[in-house]
């Protein structure tokens, strides 16, 4: 397993308060190294998703992936908005990762897209313990999606996600580079909590 050390650190991470390296480490890549994403590192990355928790056990995700040169690559590469489209079709792997939207009793399951990002934050642990980089794309048609995979009715997609080896930022256009580059940012804690009232 890659140390988080082989994770290039361009991003001027900072926290305010000691947290787990993987997830100061952990950022989202559009340049991706050729080299392909091997079927055991995917079911590690899988076997993650697998020990996440979710609402009466219903696990509610499912993963749809694709490597580089097959069809189903091209499809999801195909659903996607132009500005993802440019740098993601260079990456190693697309997945698009989808919602069972009923509990096996045949009710709603309201919990289902929560449940479906713990097991992302679980996959991207996982990745970012690997020195593997993961982008999770909202960019992306969903009708396109379904009528290229003819989803059925029961499964929602949800996000299209690039993953691959971190490549180099030159590969990338100008805009894209910057962005690649720039340092992170994130609200301050006070921002989004609120202890005991919302006043």
Do not use: C
């Amino acid at each position: 397993m890659a140390s988080t050390e082989s994770i290039p650190n361009k991003k001027g991470s900072d926290p305010r308060y000691p947290v787990n390296d993987l997830i100061i480490k952990r950022w989202s890549p559009r340049a991706f190294d050729p080299k392909d994403i091997t079927e055991e590192e995917l079911n590690q990355l899988f076997e993650a998703m697998r020990w996440a928790p979710s609402s009466m056990n219903a696990q509610p995700w499912r993963m749809l992936y694709a490597h580089k040169g097959e069809e189903g690559f091209d499809k999801l590469v195909e659903s996607l908005n132009e500005g993802n489209k440019s740098w993601a079709k260079e990456a190693p792997v697309l997945m698009l990762a989808m919602i069972k939207q009923d509990l096996p009793n045949g009710s709603p399951n309201g919990s289902a897209r929560h449940d479906l990002g713990l097991a992302m934050g679980n996959l991207l642990a996982q990745a970012t313990s690997m020195g593997i980089g993961v982008h999770q794309m909202g960019g992306f048609s969903r009708e396109k999606a379904i009528e290229l995979f003819n989803i059925p009715d029961d499964l929602a997609p949800n996000t299209v996600i690039a993953i691959g080896h971190f490549g180099d930022p030159s590969q990338l256009s100008d805009k894209l580079k910057e962005r690649e580059l720039n340092p992170r940012s994130r609200n301050e804690v006070s921002e989004f909590t609120f202890h005991n009232s919302l006043s």
